[in-house]
Every structure is written in structure tokens, then in C-alpha cells.
């Protein structure tokens, strides 16, 4: 059974700093595009960075540039989000999604139904 499960998310203070991890179980998370998505109530979904499934494309949105790295670790089948300064807007659920993708990472980030394999979601609150 293909599962992806996220952690590392919590409350942090602004400016503060998470790192998530996206983990697959299932299935060699390797051969997979990956993006990390999120929500905030009232809002639709929103890519925030995905990386190509060899690691050599990645792509931000423009509200997270400068903050956020993904990165992936082929040998323990993970995705990584790392979240630098971070802010009270970027209060939301994270969710990470997967799948056979062949197109550009900026559509991989655009186009959420591209993916069929989705996490259950982790809570990321920013606030003092």
C-alpha cells in the first residue's frame, strides 16, 4: 500500500524555523515528483514547493523564495521542507503529494490534481 506520511509540523513564534519530512512507505519514493502543498482555512490549496523526481528541478512559490528549501533523501525514501523565517501567514495544514509526473516542476507546484498520493496533512501554526 502506497503511503506518504508527514511530521514535523507544530507552533513555532515568527522567525522561528520547522523542518518537514515527507516519508514513503510502500513504494521507492525516488522515482516520484514531489510537492509540498498547504491550506489555510478559507483558502484554497496552495503549491508551495515541489522537486522533480531526480532532485534536479525544484521551484518555490513566490511568497515562500528566500524561506523554504526541499530537498530529498533517495536512501531514506524522504522528501524534506525546511522552513526558515517563518511567518504568521504561513499558519496552514502542510500536506506532501506524489506521483509519475513529466512536466515542468512549475506545473508540479500548479496543478494539484496532477497527484494521486497525498499525505494526511500536518498543522503548521506561526504565531507569538
Not at 118 to 123: D, T, V
Request: hydrophobic share 35%; proline share 2%; charged share 15%.
Amino acid at each position: 500500500q502506497l503511503q506518504l506520511v508527514e511530521s514535523g509540523g507544530g507552533l513555532v513564534h515568527p522567525g522561528g524555523s520547522l523542518r518537514l519530512s515527507c516519508a514513503a512507505s510502500g513504494f521507492t519514493l525516488g522515482y516520484f515528483a514531489v510537492g509540498w502543498f498547504r491550506q489555510a482555512p478559507g483558502q484554497d490549496r496552495e503549491g508551495v514547493s515541489c522537486i522533480s523526481s531526480s532532485g534536479d528541478s525544484t521551484n518555490y512559490a513566490d511568497s515562500v523564495k528566500g524561506r523554504f528549501t526541499i530537498s530529498r533523501d533517495f536512501a531514506k525514501n524522504t522528501v524534506w521542507l525546511r522552513m526558515n523565517s517563518l511567518k504568521p501567514e504561513d499558519t496552514a495544514v502542510y500536506y506532501c503529494a506524489a506521483d509519475r509526473i513529466d512536466t515542468t516542476v512549475q506545473n508540479m507546484c500548479a496543478i494539484s490534481r496532477l497527484y494521486d498520493h497525498w499525505g494526511q496533512g500536518i498543522q503548521v501554526t506561526v504565531s507569538s
